[in-house]
């Protein structure tokens, strides 16, 4: 049976100190000692040649698989940081864990491995960053990849939380006050938060359901934003636009042509700054744009208007791109919308109404024209097919899509052509006979 060990008191520890003499006169070299304080078996204040105190609890544990056993040494804490009546509570403590099998220095050494694989967790902000890094080039535009960051990286509320962390909970918390300022906007952001842990799932930071996707969270977006009203881009009236195309054709200058090409195609304003003429086929009169620069992502071909194939071939080939800016490279957005907003204040000044969407009555917009158009291709009976074709809308599966933009690019042309005599004031399309339904 083990000696027992006196229990020392608070004053008695305090008193103890490194035997420099004992050492020196034993010829031993400077080591630590360790001084038993009794109370538990195994407890020890380890004293150093510097004067260092701190707590040591030694204990045996079996060697698996044999009858051996080997010796263990668990530090305490310093002394007198930790006194010696806290220092005999973590002995025992420590000495129940034995009793019931757990090795309290593998129990630490798993804790700290928890801890700094927790440490190591993403913040959102971080995963955003890493999902931008795998995603460069899914954006049409250095623009596009821009505005979609910045909307998720104002998200606040989340920034700072480890992926891992997050619950749908916090995400309603920074969706609410977005749903109810622009319902749009909130259902953007959601795609977007989910987006970006679905990313941190893949690289192992996050596991179980995505707190963005999850049906409770989305019937709550939808429920803050039913019967919200949907902010459209300002239309031009197509009674209007015959007046503003003639306005136009009166402006100098490249901006004022990209803009009548936008307006007699249909389509985006970065389709047309981006438009190159190697896209053109001027003998068949079609333009081509390929997928990579289309919002959907397929391509997209435009049977193009009389109209369309004069301007082209009016217009000065000085590189690549059809609609250059003025210093070179693609032309801005902002070139377009500048002049239809001086064309709606000029049109003001002249004693004239301008150019006002029907129900915002807001100056309209280089987008609106799309909107223009698609009013128009139903007031004159158009087929849905071949107006949503025109704006490169996407409906019907893949197989079908595919069929329709190759079998109905020349069975659009007469539409378009209705719809440049409209802007041209050749006839507003009222004796123009509507492409029948496919399948009709």
Request: proline content about 5%; aromatic content about 6%; glycine content about 8%.
């Amino acid at each position: 049976m083990p000696k027992r060990v006196k229990e020392l008191s608070a004053l008695e520890v305090k008193r103890l100190e490194y035997p420099h003499e004992e050492m020196k006169a034993k010829g031993n070299k400077p080591l630590p000692v360790f001084k038993a304080v009794g109370g538990v078996a195994g407890l020890h204040l380890q004293l150093t040649p510097g004067e260092g105190k701190s707590w040591t609890y030694r204990y045996s544990v079996r060697v698996p698989g044999t009858d051996k056993y080997k010796r263990r040494s668990l530090g305490l804490g310093s002394y007198p940081e930790v006194g010696v009546g806290e220092a005999r509570d973590r002995a025992r403590e420590a000495k129940d864990k034995i009793r019931q099998g757990i090795d309290p220095i593998k129990e630490r050494k798993a804790a700290r491995v928890a801890l700094a694989a927790e440490v190591a967790k993403l913040t959102f902000a971080q995963a955003i960053d890493g999902w931008d890094r795998e995603h460069l080039h899914k954006f049409s535009s250095e623009k596009h990849r821009l505005i979609w960051l910045s909307s998720v990286r104002a998200v606040e509320g989340l920034q700072d939380m480890q992926v891992d962390q997050v619950e749908q909970e916090d995400v309603w918390r920074c969706l609410e006050p977005i749903a109810k300022r622009t319902p749009d906007t909130a259902r953007r952001v959601r795609g977007r938060i989910a987006a970006v842990l679905d990313w941190a799932e893949d690289e192992k930071q996050r596991s179980g359901p995505n707190p963005a996707s999850t049906g409770w969270i989305k019937r709550k977006l939808s429920a803050k934003t039913a019967g919200a009203k949907v902010t459209h881009q300002p239309a031009l009236q197509v009674e209007d636009a015959a007046r503003w195309m003639a306005d136009l054709r009166q402006r100098e200058g490249l901006g004022s042509r990209a803009l009548e090409f936008l307006a007699l195609t249909a389509v985006r304003s970065g389709e047309v700054r981006g438009a190159t003429w190697d896209e053109i086929d001027l003998d068949k009169g079609v333009w081509t744009i390929p997928a990579e620069r289309m919002k959907m992502k397929r391509d997209h071909t435009v049977p193009l208007p009389v109209d369309a194939m004069a301007l082209l071939k009016a217009l000065p080939r000085m590189e690549s791109l059809v609609f250059p800016a003025a210093r070179g490279g693609q032309m801005s957005d902002m070139t377009l919308s500048a002049t239809m907003k001086r064309m709606h204040e000029s049109d003001l000044k002249a004693g004239g109404l301008g150019f006002l969407d029907k129900d915002s009555e807001r100056p309209a917009v280089p987008h609106g024209l799309r909107s223009c158009f698609r009013v128009w291709a139903g007031q004159q009976g158009f087929s849905r097919e071949h107006a949503e074709l025109a704006l490169a809308h996407q409906f019907g599966d893949s197989v079908e899509q595919a069929y329709q933009r190759d079998i109905y690019t020349e069975q659009r042309r007469p539409m378009m052509e209705a719809w440049a005599a409209l802007l041209g004031d050749k006839g507003t399309g009222e004796n123009v006979v509507p492409m029948q339904k496919a399948g009709a």
